[in-house]
Every structure is written in C-alpha cells, then in structure tokens.
C-alpha cells in the first residue's frame, strides 16, 4: 500500500471532517476565481484600445458619462447636439469619417436601447480587425432596423417582424410606429449585441421625436452664438416647407401612421457623432495629432467636447475597478488562507486520536518520514481537492450568473472566459498544503512508538 492510498484511506475514516475542511478551501477559491473572471471580463469589456473611432464628440459634460452612453448604452444622455453641428463636423476636412448617434427610447419587449443611426456605422471595425456581418440587409430604408445577437435571442426576434419602442422617460407610452427587422447582427460580445439598431431618419420621424421649432432655434441661437435671425435665416428653406405643412402636428402622439415627409434638419438632434480622422498611410501618428488638436480646438467656444474614449475608460479601470479588484482578490486570499489554517485544525486534532494507529505503522516497519509523509500527503490532498473543486465551481458560479448580469447591467459576459492567473492556484494550494501539514506531520515524525502502544 502506497503512501497516497494510506492518505486517501485516512481521510474517507474522516470523510465528514475532511469533506467540511476541502468544502471550506473550494468556497475560497470559487471566490477568487469569480473575482478574476469578473475583472477579466471588466477590462476587456471597458478596454477601447481597438475601438474603431477616434473620438466621441458630445455635450459639455463628464467624458465618462459620454462614454457610457455612446458605447455602452448604460448611462443616460447629457444633453443633445444640433444636427446642423453634425452636417459642418462632416465637411472638416481633417474628418474622414463622422457617425451620428441618436439614443435614448427602448423597445418595448425586452427593454433594450435604441439607436438611430446611419449605415456607415456598420462600415466601420467594432473592435480592430472585426468587422459587422449580418445575417440579411443593412437598415437602409426608414423603418427598417437590424438587431443585436441577444436581442434577437431572448426576444426571439426574426427576419420580418416588426416591433415598437417606448418613448424615452416615459415607460407607458408605446410609439405607434414599427420598424421591421431586416438583419440580425453576428454576436459581437460587446454592447452593440443588446442594441436594436434603426434607420436614423425612420428614429426622427416619429412622433414626439421631432424639437419644436422655437426650442430648437432657441438651441441653435446658444450653441452657436448666433442671432434669431440668423438662425432662421441658415433654416430658411426648411422653415418654409414647415409653414407649408403648418397644420400637420407632429409634436403629439396622437399619429398611427408613418410620416411621408422627412424631417427638417432644425428639429433634428444627435446624441453623439463618432469620429474617426483622415489617415495618411505615409504619416502613422498624422490621425492622432489631428484628433488631439481637434479636441483642443472644440474647448474653445463650442458647446461641445470631443473625447477619446480610452481615456476615461482608463481611468475608471487604474482608480475605481483596479482598486475594488485588488481589495476582492485580498479578501479571497484572506479566505484561502483561513482555510488552510482550518485544515491544520483539523489535521492537528486527529493527531491524538492517531498516536496508536501510527504507532502500529512504525511497528510494521514505517520509517519516521513515511509517517511524516502520508500526514503531508493527506493535506495536499485535502487542498487539491478543496482548489480543483473551488475552480470547477467559480466558473460554474459565473456560467449561472453571467445571463443574470448581463440582462440587467448589459454587460457581455463570456461565461468560458478564462484568466492567466488561475495557474498559479494549484502550485499555491499545494504550496499552502505543505505549510499547514508540515506540524501535524512533524508530530507523527516524532510520535513514541512504544509509549502509544502500551498506552
């Protein structure tokens, strides 16, 4: 009989003790192996470094909460941009590429946030070297839309149907229009896979979605820093086609129709515009600089900042999610450890139930360092069993959770997700087994033989 079968046998003569003792080691590395996937999963979830724009320009006011909005979905917009600023940000002709953004309404089934967009913002790489595919048509037409992978999963959404979304701020109240569903994204595992994405002018031309006239020349006269006058003069022609139309209300939700018309650029806001600047092949840092003095320039005088997104995602990560993470991984550690101590408890204890039975050993011809090396062995055990059970039930506690969290913080959770970090568990816990059993097993080392067998 070998050294780890007289362990194992030791050990099933304590099956409840040694069970409650691996139990307690497996709840501390579950923990810690949770820990390291939620912050694996964070950081490549709040990690820009591939995104595909160089800026966001948006409203004065927290960058991160611009961030949030634009690219996550999961904080509320600061303010609205003029779309007149949007169409002069696309003739600058350091400006290769300018996305506009409209968000705020859900859809009624699931509750999942709209964004009104254009189809350039499936041209352009959500994350470096991957580009959108879909499984039909891009939104092309008004009220055409194409939805993410798990909007399509939980929703149970198909090519062709139709959906309607609820007004902004107002949980009661359901659009009367409906935009079909003509594309289901590939998943992408990043927030664009619970977004339902529609046809900018299909977004405005619903019904409430339109600014009133005078609020939205009173927008622009701030914004810009011009007059009435001037204002209406820059929208003259659209303020024409709106007197042509004066009796066609479109600031109530009383319409069951879609409208014919297009909206007028005066009544037309953004939330965000994504911008990526010219390249030069010749000149690798040329976009960078140009998105750096472009962000300057917007501080001054304009009502509107432009932020690269990987700052205050940085940010976010060095001083409020590194810190949480580093605390968490020190109470798991903490928790390990107090573990293993009870394993020493435990193991010290059955000590001196065990003088007689090693003493018999040594009777039978057991060396000293057999003994001592079977007490080691049967914590090592206790501790591999406890590490490789805590792993196997940290990822299952993510598996179960990840849907969880996702549905209500809308972060993608890869439950398979894995972290370097896990290797060094079992070499610690074999580690952390040696120091808790070298005691215990230097007591049977130094058990009296002739005194515990006639005892």
Same mark, same amino acid.
């Given at each position: 009989?070998?050294?780890?079968?007289?362990?194992?046998? *030791?050990?099933?003569?304590?099956?409840?003790?040694?069970?409650?003792?691996?139990?307690?080691?497996?709840?501390?590395?579950?923990?810690?192996?949770?820990? +390291?996937?939620?912050?694996?999963?964070?950081?490549? #979830?709040?990690?820009?470094?591939?995104?595909?724009?160089?800026?966001?320009?948006?409203?004065?006011?927290?960058?991160?909460?611009?961030?949030?909005?634009?690219?996550?979905?999961?904080?509320?917009?600061?303010?609205?941009?003029?779309?007149?600023?949007?169409?002069?940000? /696309?003739?600058? !002709?350091? =400006? %290769?590429?300018?996305?506009?953004?409209?968000?705020?309404?859900?859809?009624?089934?699931?509750?999942? $946030?709209?964004?009104?967009?254009?189809?350039?913002?499936?041209?352009?790489?959500?994350?470096?070297?991957?580009?959108?595919?879909?499984?039909?048509?891009? $939104?092309? %037409?008004?009220?055409?839309?194409? =939805?993410?992978?798990?909007?399509?999963?939980?929703?149970?959404? /198909? @090519?062709?149907?139709?959906?309607?979304?609820?007004?902004?701020?107002?949980?009661?109240?359901?659009?009367?229009?409906?935009? !079909?569903?003509?594309?289901?994204?590939?998943? #992408? &595992? #990043? $927030?664009?896979?619970?977004?339902?994405?529609?046809?900018?002018?299909?977004?405005?031309?619903?019904?409430?979605?339109?600014?009133?006239?005078?609020?939205?020349?009173?927008?622009?006269?701030?914004?810009?820093?011009?007059?009435?006058?001037?204002?209406?003069?820059?929208?003259?022609?659209?303020?024409?086609?709106?007197?042509?139309?004066?009796?066609?209300?479109?600031?109530?939700?009383?319409?069951?129709?879609?409208?014919?018309? &297009?909206?007028?650029?005066?009544? /037309?806001?953004?939330?965000?515009?994504?911008?990526?600047?010219?390249?030069?092949? !010749?000149?690798?840092?040329?976009?960078?600089?140009?998105? @750096?003095?472009?962000?300057?320039?917007? !501080?001054?005088?304009?009502? &509107?900042?432009?932020?690269?997104?990987?700052?205050?995602?940085?940010? +976010?990560?060095?001083?409020?999610?590194?810190?949480?993470?580093?605390?968490?991984?020190?109470? #798991?550690? =903490? @928790?390990?450890?107090?573990?293993?101590?009870?394993?020493?408890?435990?193991?010290?204890?059955?000590?001196?139930?065990?003088?007689?039975? @090693?003493?018999?050993?040594?009777?039978?011809?057991?060396?000293?360092?057999?003994?001592? *090396?079977?007490?080691?062995?049967?914590?090592?055990?206790?501790?591999?069993?406890?590490?490789?059970?805590?792993?196997?039930?940290?990822?299952?506690?993510?598996?179960?959770?990840?849907?969880?969290?996702?549905?209500?913080?809308?972060?993608?959770?890869?439950?398979?997700?894995?972290?370097?970090?896990?290797?060094?568990?079992? $070499?610690?816990?074999?580690?952390? &087994?040696?120091?808790? %059993?070298?005691?215990?097993?230097?007591?049977?080392?130094?058990?009296?033989?002739?005194?515990?067998?006639?005892?």
């Amino acid at each position: 009989m070998n050294l780890f079968t007289i362990a194992l046998k *030791s050990i099933r003569q304590r099956l409840l003790a040694s069970s409650l003792t691996a139990l307690s080691v497996a709840l501390g590395v579950a923990l810690m192996i949770a820990v +390291l996937i939620a912050n694996t999963v964070v950081s490549k #979830t709040f990690d820009l470094q591939g995104f595909g724009y160089d800026l966001i320009v948006g409203p004065q006011g927290s960058e991160l909460d611009l961030v949030l909005n634009t690219v996550y979905r999961i904080a509320p917009p600061i303010e609205n941009l003029p779309y007149r600023y949007y169409e002069e940000l /696309k003739e600058n !002709k350091h =400006i %290769g590429i300018a996305v506009p953004i409209a968000l705020g309404d859900s859809t009624e089934q699931g509750n999942f $946030p709209i964004l009104g967009t254009t189809v350039e913002y499936f041209a352009v790489e959500y994350a470096q070297g991957k580009k959108f595919r879909t499984s039909g048509e891009w $939104p092309n %037409g008004k009220w055409e839309s194409v =939805i993410g992978s798990s909007v399509a999963r939980e929703n149970n959404w /198909k @090519i062709g149907d139709e959906f309607q979304m609820v007004h902004a701020g107002q949980d009661d109240h359901v659009h009367d229009e409906k935009f !079909k569903i003509v594309g289901i994204l590939e998943a #992408t &595992a #990043t $927030p664009n896979d619970r977004t339902v994405f529609v046809n900018l002018n299909g977004f405005y031309a619903i019904a409430g979605h339109e600014k009133p006239i005078q609020e939205a020349i009173d927008r622009e006269m701030e914004f810009f820093g011009e007059t009435e006058a001037e204002v209406r003069a820059y929208h003259a022609a659209d303020l024409k086609e709106m007197e042509a139309h004066a009796g066609h209300d479109h600031s109530g939700h009383d319409h069951a129709h879609h409208h014919d018309h &297009a909206t007028p650029d005066l009544q /037309k806001e953004v939330t965000a515009i994504l911008v990526r600047m010219k390249e030069d092949p !010749k000149n690798p840092t040329l976009a960078q600089s140009r998105a @750096i003095e472009f962000s300057a320039d917007l !501080k001054e005088g304009f009502k &509107a900042q432009a932020v690269n997104p990987i700052r205050p995602m940085q940010r +976010l990560m060095t001083y409020l999610v590194g810190n949480v993470r580093l605390i968490l991984i020190n109470l #798991t550690a =903490i @928790i390990i450890v107090v573990s293993g101590v009870s394993i020493f408890v435990s193991i010290y204890n059955s000590m001196s139930e065990r003088k007689r039975e @090693i003493a018999i050993m040594r009777a039978l011809g057991a060396d000293r360092m057999a003994v001592f *090396s079977i007490i080691l062995t049967e914590s090592i055990i206790l501790c591999l069993a406890g590490g490789i059970i805590g792993i196997l039930l940290g990822h299952g506690l993510i598996m179960f959770a990840s849907p969880i969290l996702e549905a209500s913080t809308g972060l993608i959770i890869d439950p398979l997700v894995f972290d370097p970090m896990e290797l060094t568990i079992i $070499p610690v816990m074999i580690g952390l &087994a040696a120091l808790v %059993g070298f005691i215990p097993g230097l007591t049977a080392y130094r058990t009296d033989v002739a005194e515990n067998l006639s005892s």
